[in-house]
């Protein structure tokens, strides 16, 4: 029994002996692998840095330049790069194509033993994109050779090392696209979110992002298509998709306020977009005017990439009962750091109420059918929209009416006499309205109105009046003739009508019955209307 005891003590201590050997020889091979894997590694990093460069180069025909590149390879193989910047050839900007201030690039070891070029993940921080001016063809030969790049349709890339990357994440990331006209400002963007997929020569990449608008401020969900990247001219690069924009706070702009939605599609190149969308305002309105309207529009637009100069070609715009027509551009102008708006707007739908309700505060004054046709300038500035708004039109209105029952008064009875109804004949007849027409060229700025004519008709009666009207105190300075078909003996009864015909021959003129100067004053509530006759002033009431 004891001989068996000592032999299982042996065989214990063997096998104790045995494990511990095993150990101590495993922890030296894994001891002498992981340091020959980290020379490996070290090894490897110059050569890995080479291929990236190479890599790079290839891909956007430039030169670059890499601080720093640390190789990992646990739990995977991992790249961390430092301080990338990529500079076109040849180009004289002094800026770089291309700044990052750190990637994170992650792959398998299939990849690093079979040395394809294909990278499941990149993560970038600090990415800056800027696209010059313009630059020289690198062509070696043709007509192009030498000749500055401004294309408008995708041009074609030359890349010859395949680099496929399945995933970048590039939050943060700024665009800067510097204008093709210099002393323009460049167009920036800056992205919140960025997320690009299968980024490789000769393919377009998709991405989603989160784009920061500056005014009215939001962001702008948007996602699409990019590429393939043109070497020889970045901005012939294609992109397409869709965006959408909500809640944008319109009050950012000084004089108007509501709350903007859009959605729409874009397609083109980095210089020239096409942009087909529509914008919701359903609670449009002037600070210093009217009600507020419920605005849509519908658009056609061609972007400017590089400076955001915007041509609309049309814009439908409708509120309550009324469509415009618009066409112009949104353009910065020399030395201006903000856009000018320039639009021609036509309408052959649209009611006076319509237009008053959103300029002017309170019960709108005349009702009518509107055909207007203006020119429209908005100029960068901190005043009011009311106040900068530079108009330069015409305008019909057929069969307006007063809704003053004060002015509809005055204007019957100007009809009455004009047509020969006296005053007492007049009384016996029933209360009555009368239509009004009006045709008249306007000018407007600094909120003021100026008519240079403006002809205004009820049934027996015509005035031509010029003058002005301010939009925020509702003064009215006008001049004009007033021509009626009655003479002025016939606007009398009784002992006046026979008295006064002696003088209708001082009055006729031009076919009319009576025709004197005329003037309109007061405010657009309480307009005081008076004549001129022999030197002195009757007001009509």
């Not at 070290?42 to 990236?52: E, G, L, N, T, V």
């Not at 739990?75 to 201030?101: F, V």
């Amino acid at each position: 029994m004891r001989g068996e005891i000592s032999t299982e003590k042996i065989t214990r201590k063997r096998l104790a002996y045995a494990i511990v050997a095993i150990f101590v020889l495993g922890l030296a091979v894994g001891t002498a692998v992981f340091f020959w894997a980290r020379n490996k590694v070290q090894d490897f990093a110059p050569m890995a840095r080479k291929r990236i460069i190479q890599a790079i180069e290839d891909r956007f025909d430039a030169d670059a330049d890499l601080k720093s590149l640390t190789i990992k390879l646990y739990p995977h193989p991992e790249a961390i790069g430092e301080g990338l910047s990529i500079r076109h050839k040849n180009w004289t900007d002094p800026q770089p194509l291309i700044y990052i201030r750190k990637f994170v690039a992650e792959t398998d070891y299939d990849t690093v033993v079979s040395r394809r070029n294909h990278v499941d993940l990149v993560r970038l921080e600090g990415l800056v994109i800027r696209i010059p001016r313009r630059g020289p063809s690198l062509m070696k030969m043709g007509e192009e050779q030498g000749h500055e790049v401004d294309s408008e349709t995708p041009g074609q890339d030359r890349t010859q090392f395949k680099f496929l990357i399945e995933k970048i994440i590039a939050d943060g990331t700024q665009i800067v696209i510097e204008p093709k006209i210099e002393g323009k400002n460049p167009l920036e963007f800056d992205l919140q979110k960025l997320t690009l997929r299968n980024v490789g020569p000769g393919r377009p990449m998709t991405f989603v992002t989160k784009l920061t608008n500056a005014k009215p401020p939001g962001l702008i969900d948007s996602q699409g298509s990019f590429g393939p990247w043109q070497r020889d001219d970045p901005r012939s690069t294609a992109v397409s998709g869709s965006y959408n924009f909500q809640h944008a706070d319109l009050g950012v702009f000084k004089g108007i306020s509501g709350t903007l939605s859009s959605t729409g599609k874009y397609s083109g190149v980095l210089q020239e977009l096409s942009v087909d969308g529509s914008t919701d305002t359903p609670n449009f309105a002037l600070k210093h005017g009217g009600a507020p309207v419920h605005l849509v529009t519908n658009f056609h637009s061609i972007v400017n990439g590089t400076d955001g100069d915007t041509i609309l070609d049309p814009v439908d715009a409708k509120f309550l009962k009324s469509e415009f027509i618009c066409r112009g551009g949104v353009v910065r102008q020399q030395g201006d750091k903000a856009k000018t708006v320039s639009l021609d707007a036509v309408t052959t739908h649209a009611r006076m109420e319509d237009i008053l309700r959103l300029v002017v505060s309170g019960k709108p004054m005349l009702t009518g059918a509107v055909d207007f046709k203006s020119k429209i300038v908005i100029p960068p500035g901190q005043q009011d929209v009311l106040d900068k708004l530079n108009l330069d039109g015409s305008f019909k209105i057929a069969r307006a009416e007063f809704t003053s029952p004060e002015v509809e008064h005055r204007l019957v009875v100007l009809s009455d006499r004009a047509r020969g109804i006296s005053k007492k004949e007049e009384e016996e007849q029933p209360a009555q309205t009368v239509a009004s027409d009006f045709d008249g060229r306007f000018r407007q700025d600094n909120g003021v109105i100026s008519f240079s004519t403006l002809k205004f008709s009820v049934p027996g009666a015509a005035i031509q009046l010029h003058g002005t009207y301010n939009l925020r105190t509702q003064a009215i300075d006008m001049n004009g003739i007033f021509r009626m078909q009655a003479t002025l003996a016939d606007t009398q009864s009784g002992i006046k009508h026979w008295l006064l015909i002696p003088f209708d021959k001082f009055f006729e003129k031009d076919g009319s019955g009576f025709e004197v100067p005329i003037t309109i004053t007061g405010t657009r509530d309480h307009p005081e209307i008076g004549a001129d006759i022999f030197h002195h002033r009757f007001t009509i009431h």
